[in-house]
C-alpha cells in the first residue's frame, strides 16, 4: 500500500477543481461531486489501516531535489492514520452540512475549493516524511485557512480577522522554518526517519534551546497558546462550518500534531517540561475562564478550544508516555465533541438569526431534537460519565496527579487542573441552560425551528461517536490510540486502561469536584459578572490593528528618510557604492590580468565596437528626439546579437535578436504615451557627475571583463557538453539545459514571465490615454492610419513567419532554435498584424485568449515534469527515444519538446497579452481634470 501515499493529498487537491468546475450545477450535485475525492482519499487511508495495526509504517519517497537533500516523501504510521481518519472524515460531514449552511446567494464552489485545499494542506502536514515538505504544507494551510476566514469578504470582521490569523501564524511559520533547517543541519539530514532517530543528538546539542524556542513558536502560534491565544476567537467571523472544522480537525490541531510528533525528539528536558506544560496550564485556565463570559455562542466554543488546546499542551508538557497517551486521547474526543458543538451552533444561528445567548433562550420548545443533540456533545465537553470527555478528562486528572516535575509546588498542578475543569463545567452548563431552557426568547430577528433533515446528519454522527466512545471506547479507538500512541513515542507504550469504572479513586474525586463546582459557580454567575465587569473588555482584534498601523507608519517614516522620490538618486546611489564595493579588489593590475593569450584584434571586431560605441551614444546625446534615440539603441541590440553569432552563441544571438525586435515595438508603443514635452536636461554639475560615475562604472566592468578573458575557464559546461546527447536527447546543448538539466528554472522562469504579464494587463486593462492629433513640432498624424502596403506586407509574411516559427520549433531539440525563440517570432508576427490593421480589424479574425495560453503553457510544462512521477523518477526528468518510419526514416521523440511548447504558448500568451492590450490605451476623449483625479 505505501505506493498508494502520494495518492491520497493529491486526490484531495485534484478535488479542489471539482467544485469550481461544477458549481453551475445542482448545489447538491456539486457537494456530491466535491465529496468523492476526500472519499475516495479516505478510502486509501482505511485500506492502509491493517497494516498499520500490525506495526508497519508505511512509506513513499520520490527523488526532488537529491543535491539540497529535499524529496517528496510521506509516512503513514499510528499517528498520521489517525490524524488523517480525523482530517478526512470530519471534513466530509463538513461538506454535506455547508451545503444547507450556505445561501443560495453564496459560491458554494468557491467555498467548497477552498475547504478541499485546507483538508490538502492537512494532509500534507501528517503525511509528510520531509522537514520542508512539511513546512510548505505547513504554510500552505494559513493560506487556506485565510481564504475560509474571509470568505464573508464584505463583512470588516471577516477581513480583519484572517489578517490577524494570517500574521501570527504566518510568523510562528518562519520561525518554524528556522528551527526545522537547524534541525536538519544538526542532523544532517531532513528525513523525519533520521530525526526522529536523533533525539539524543539533538538534546545534547548546544543549540537545543534554539531549536525548541523555535519549533515551539511555530507550533503554540499555529495551536493558539498563550500568549498567542489572541487571533482564534477573531476566526470566528468565518462561516460556521469552517470554524466547525478549523477547531476540530484541521489549523489549531496542526500546532498539536508537531508537539506530538516532535516528542521523542525535543522533549525529555527541563526547558521542555517548564515552557510546555506552563504555556500549556496559562492557557487551559485562561482559555476556561474567559469562555464563561462570552455572549456570543461561537465565542464560547472559541475559548473553550482555547482550553482544551491548553489541556492537551500541558499533557503533552509533562514529558511521560501516560501523559501523551492521554493527550492523543483527548485529541480525538475533542475533535469529535467540538465538531458536533459548533455544527449544532450554526443550526442555531441559522434558524433563529442570531448566535447570542442573551436572546437566545428556551429553544428547547422550537427545535428538541438539535437541543438534544447540541446538550449531548455539551456534556461531553464538560466531561460527563458515559461520555467520550470523561474518559480523556479522567486520564488527564490521573496524569496531574503522578507528576512531580515541580518538586514541592507539583500539588498546583492537579489543583489548578481540577479549577480549570470547574470552569469547563460551567461554560458548559452556561452553554445548555442559557440557550434552550431559561425561559423565552427575546427579539429573536425570526422564530426558531428545526432545520432540514441532512443537516442534522452530521452532528447525529458526531453525537453518536461521543455516546460509542464514551461507553465503548476499546472497541471504537482502543486500536487506534495505541498505535498512534506508539507512533508518538517512538518507544513501548506503556500500560494504561480504558475502561469505564477505575473505582473510587481521586481522578473520580476531582471529576466530582469539578462537577458540582461548575454547577455551584454557574449558579452563582451574577457574582463572577459582577466581578469581570470591573475590567475593561480589550478588543484584540482594535489592539492588532492599532500595532500594525503604528508599525506602518513607522515603516513610513523610515521610507522618508531616505527616499526623496529620485529616480535618479536611487540609482546613482545604488551604483556608486557597487562600484567603489568592486573597484578596490581590482585596484592591482598586476594580480587582475591573467596568463592567457589574448585574441588578436581584427577589423571586424572593430568595427563592431565602433557601432555599439556609437549607437550608445547617439542614444544619450539625441534622447530628445526619440525614434532616433530609439533606433540608435536598437542597434546595440543588434550589434549584441552578431557578437553572441561570431562567438559561437546562435541560441543567444537568435533570443536576442527576437528580444530585440519585441523590445523596439514596445518601446515605440511606450514612447508614444509619454508627455510630448521632454523634461528640461541636467545641469552641467549634474552631467559631470554622471558621466564621472559611468566612466568609473565602465573601467570595473572592463576590468572585470579583461580579467576573466585572459583566465583559463573550467566550468560546467563541459558537463553539459559531454551528457547532452546521452542524457537529453539532444546535440544543441542550450536548449537541453533549458529543457532537461535546468527544466525547473525554466518552469519558473515562464512562471514568472506569466504572472508579470497578468500583473501588467491588469494595470493597464482600464487605462485610457489621450492620444493627441498632433506630434511635439505640431504636424498632423496621417489620415491613413492603416496604410495598404503596410497591410498586405504584414499579412503575406504572417503564414511564412508562422512556419519559420514552426521550423525553429521543431529543430530547436538539435540545432538552434527552441520554444522561447519560435514563440517570440510568432508574437512579432501577429502583432504585426494589430500594427497593420488595428486592434478592431484583428480581434474578430484572431480570437486569442491571451490569459488561456499563459495558463496552458505553464499547465503544459508542470504536468510534463509531474509525468516523470509515474515512471518513478525525479520532477522533469526527460524521456527521448529513437523510431524508424518507412518513409520518414529515422527520428526521435522526446518528452522536452512538450516541455518546449509550454514554454512556446506562455511566451507567445504573455507578449502578446502586453503588447496588445498597449495597443488599446489610446482614446480620442480627452479626460478632464476630475476623471485625471
Known amino acids: 500500500m505505501s505506493e498508494y501515499l502520494f495518492w491520497i493529498p493529491l486526490l484531495t487537491l485534484l478535488g479542489t477543481f471539482v467544485p ?304 501523551t497517551v492521554a493527550a492523543i486521547f483527548h485529541i480525538i474526543n475533542h475533535a469529535i465533541f467540538k465538531a458536533s458543538l459548533f455544527m449544532a451552533t450554526g443550526i442555531i444561528d441559522h434558524e433563529s438569526g442570531t448566535r447570542d445567548m442573551r436572546q437566545l433562550n428556551g429553544l428547547w420548545k422550537y427545535m428538541p431534537y438539535t437541543a438534544t443533540l447540541a446538550m449531548v456533545a455539551a456534556a461531553s465537553m464538560a466531561g460527563v460519565p458515559l461520555l467520550n470527555g470523561f474518559l480523556s478528562k479522567e486520564m488527564f486528572f490521573t496524569e496531574t496527579l503522578y507528576q512531580g516535575s515541580l518538586g514541592s509546588l507539583s500539588w498546583m498542578i492537579p489543583v489548578l487542573a481540577t479549577l480549570g475543569a470547574v470552569f469547563s463545567v460551567a461554560y458548559s452548563t452556561r452553554f445548555i441552560h442559557d440557550v434552550f431552557f431559561n425561559g423565552e426568547p427575546i427579539n429573536l430577528p425570526k422564530t426558531p425551528h428545526e432545520p432540514p433533515r441532512y443537516m442534522k446528519v452530521p452532528v447525529e454522527i458526531l453525537v453518536a461517536l461521543c455516546l460509542l466512545v464514551g461507553m465503548m471506547p476499546n472497541f471504537i479507538v482502543g486500536d487506534l490510540l495505541y498505535f498512534a500512541s506508539a507512533a508518538a513515542l517512538q518507544a513501548e507504550v506503556p500500560s494504561y486502561s480504558l475502561s469505564i469504572w477505575h473505582g473510587f479513586n481521586f481522578p473520580l474525586m476531582m471529576s466530582f469536584l469539578a462537577m458540582l463546582g461548575g454547577l455551584t459557580l454557574y449558579y452563582n454567575r451574577h457574582v463572577l459578572f459582577r466581578f469581570q465587569s470591573q475590567f475593561p473588555d480589550m478588543d484584540a482584534k482594535l489592539v492588532f490593528e492599532a500595532l500594525i498601523q503604528r508599525l506602518v507608519r513607522h515603516a513610513q517614516r523610515t521610507v522618508e528618510l531616505f527616499e526623496n522620490h529620485s529616480l535618479q538618486r536611487y540609482s546613482y546611489l545604488m551604483l556608486f557604492f557597487a562600484t567603489i564595493l568592486m573597484a578596490g579588489p581590482l585596484l592591482d593590475l598586476s594580480a587582475t590580468a591573467g596568463l592567457r593569450p589574448e585574441l588578436p584584434i581584427d577589423a571586424i571586431s572593430i568595427t563592431g565596437a565602433i557601432l555599439l560605441t556609437v549607437g550608445a551614444l547617439v542614444t544619450v546625446i539625441w534622447h530628445h528626439q526619440r525614434m532616433a534615440a530609439l533606433l540608435a539603441l536598437s542597434i546595440v541590440g543588434l550589434i549584441v546579437s552578431l557578437i553572441f553569432a561570431r562567438y559561437s552563441a546562435p541560441d543567444l544571438a537568435l533570443t536576442q535578436l527576437s528580444v530585440e525586435v519585441v523590445t523596439v515595438i514596445l518601446l515605440m508603443l511606450a514612447l508614444f504615451f509619454l508627455p510630448q514635452k521632454t523634461p528640461e536636461d541636467s545641469s552641467p554639475r549634474r552631467i559631470i557627475r554622471d558621466l564621472a560615475l559611468s566612466s568609473m562604472i565602465g573601467g570595473v566592468i572592463g576590468t572585470i571583463c579583461y580579467a576573466l578573458l585572459t583566465r583559463p575557464l573550467s566550468t560546467i559546461s563541459d558537463y553539459f557538453l559531454l551528457h547532452s546527447k546521452t542524457g537529453g536527447g539532444g546535440t544543441n546543448v542550450v536548449n537541453v539545459i533549458l529543457v532537461d538539466f535546468r527544466g525547473f528554472d525554466t518552469l519558473g522562469e515562464i512562471t514568472v514571465l506569466g504572472i508579470a504579464a497578468l500583473g501588467i494587463f491588469k494595470l493597464i486593462s482600464r487605462m485610457r490615454l489621450y492620444m493627441p492629433v498632433s506630434d511635439e513640432t505640431g504636424r498632423l498624424w496621417a489620415n491613413d492610419r492603416h496604410p495598404l502596403l503596410l497591410s498586405v506586407i504584414s499579412q503575406s509574411l504572417l503564414p511564412l513567419a508562422l512556419l519559420v516559427s514552426v521550423y525553429i520549433f521543431l529543430r530547436g531539440h538539435n540545432m538552434p532554435g527552441g520554444g522561447f525563440i519560435a514563440g517570440l517570432i510568432t508574437s512579432v508576427a501577429i502583432i504585426q498584424q494589430y500594427i497593420a490593421h488595428g486592434v478592431e480589424w484583428v480581434k474578430p479574425r484572431m480570437k486569442l485568449n491571451y490569459q488561456w495560453l499563459i495558463g496552458s503553457g505553464i499547465l503544459i510544462a508542470t504536468l510534463t515534469g509531474l509525468g516523470s512521477w509515474l515512471f518513478d523518477r525525479p520532477f522533469l526528468t526527460s524521456w527521448f527515444d529513437h523510431f524508424h518510419l518507412p518513409i520518414l526514416g529515422e527520428f526521435e521523440l522526446a518528452s522536452a519538446m512538450l516541455f518546449d511548447l509550454g514554454v512556446y504558448l506562455t511566451v507567445i500568451g504573455a507578449t502578446l497579452l502586453i503588447l496588445a492590450n498597449l495597443g488599446k490605451l489610446t482614446t480620442v476623449h480627452r479626460a478632464t481634470d476630475m476623471e485625471q483625479e
Open 20 to 323: 469550481l468546475l461544477t458549481e453551475k450545477l445542482n448545489r447538491n450535485l456539486c457537494a456530491l461531486l466535491t465529496s468523492i475525492a476526500p472519499a475516495l482519499a479516505l478510502l486509501l487511508v482505511l485500506q492502509s489501516a491493517e497494516a498499520v495495526f500490525h506495526s508497519e509504517s508505511l512509506r513513499q519517497t520520490m527523488g526532488w531535489i537529491p543535491v539540497m537533500g529535499l524529496e517528496l516523501a510521506f509516512r503513514l504510521d499510528g499517528l498520521s492514520l489517525l490524524f488523517s481518519i480525523l482530517i478526512i472524515g470530519i471534513g466530509l460531514l463538513v461538506i454535506l452540512y455547508a451545503r444547507y449552511y450556505l445561501s443560495e446567494q453564496e459560491s458554494i464552489g468557491r467555498f467548497y475549493a477552498y475547504l478541499i485545499l485546507f483538508m490538502t494542506a492537512m494532509l500534507g502536514i501528517v503525511l509528510s516524511n520531509n522537514l520542508i515538505q512539511l513546512w510548505m504544507f505547513w504554510e500552505l494551510t494559513s493560506v487556506s485557512s485565510f481564504l475560509l476566514i474571509s470568505f464573508w469578504g464584505h463583512k470588516s470582521e471577516a477581513r480583519k480577522g484572517a489578517r490577524m490569523a494570517l500574521t501570527v501564524t504566518g510568523a510562528g511559520g518562519l520561525a518554524l522554518l528556522a528551527g526545522l533547517l537547524l534541525i536538519g543541519d544538526i542532523v544532517g539530514s531532513y528525513n523525519l526517519d533520521l530525526v526522529l532517530g536523533s533525539g539524543d543528538l539533538l538534546r545534547e546539542h548546544s543549540l537545543y534551546p534554539v531549536v525548541l524556542a523555535l519549533v515551539l513558536l511555530g507550533a503554540f502560534t499555529k495551536s493558539a497558546q498563550f500568549p498567542f491565544h489572541f487571533w482564534l476567537p477573531h476566526a470566528m467571523a468565518a462561516p460556521t462550518p469552517v470554524s466547525a472544522y478549523l477547531h476540530s480537525a484541521t489549523m489549531v490541531k496542526a500546532g498539536i500534531f508537531l508537539l506530538v510528533r516532535f516528542f521523542p525528539v525535543l522533549s525529555g528536558t527541563e526547558l521542555w517540561f517548564l515552557t510546555v506544560s506552563l504555556t500549556g496550564l496559562t492557557t487551559l485556565l485562561l482559555g476556561a475562564y474567559i469562555a464563561l463570559f462570552k455572549h456570543d455562542l461561537k465565542g464560547l466554543l472559541a475559548y473553550s478550544t482555547i482550553s482544551h488546546l491548553g489541556l492537551i499542551t500541558l499533557l503533552l508538557g509533562m514529558d511521560s508516555p501516560l501523559a
